[in-house]
């Protein structure tokens, strides 16, 4: 499964930004998608996922700020992001999951930079 982030950029303290990611290839359902991000000097950290019927989980940090969505239509998933902070600046991936035959199938997008600052 191939993925392709996008939607990242350069945001003031306080603005919004929208991530995009689309899947295509061997897509299995049911399947999650999730966003993670990578602050430079940090560990990768997740988040929000949400799986193909709708279940989500976000981090703390993030709850009343971003909205996880997907199409399932459109293999996309989305990250609506609001009233962003300096320290949400990482690179934001996408992951696919989903059960196969063989084990687990897990595949990430390249990443998208977000950076706020004034």
């Known amino acids: 499964v191939q993925l392709v982030e996008s939607g990242g950029g350069l945001v003031q303290p306080g603005g919004s930004l929208r991530l995009s990611c689309a899947a295509s290839?061997?897509?299995?359902?049911?399947?999650?998608m999730a966003w993670y991000r990578q602050a430079p000097g940090s560990q990768r950290e997740l988040v929000a996922v949400?799986?193909?019927?709708?279940?989500?989980t976000s981090a703390d940090s993030v709850k009343g700020r971003f909205t996880i969505s997907r199409d399932n239509a459109k293999n996309t998933v989305y990250l609506q992001m609001n009233s962003l902070k300096p320290e949400d600046t990482a690179v934001y991936y996408c992951?696919?999951?989903?059960?196969?035959?063989?084990?687990?199938?897990?595949?990430w997008g390249q990443g998208t930079q977000v950076t706020i600052s004034s």
């Open positions: 290839g061997s897509i299995r359902s049911p399947n999650t």
């Open positions: 949400m799986s193909t019927g709708g279940t989500t």
């Open positions: 992951k696919y999951s989903a059960r196969a035959p063989f084990g687990l199938s897990e595949s």
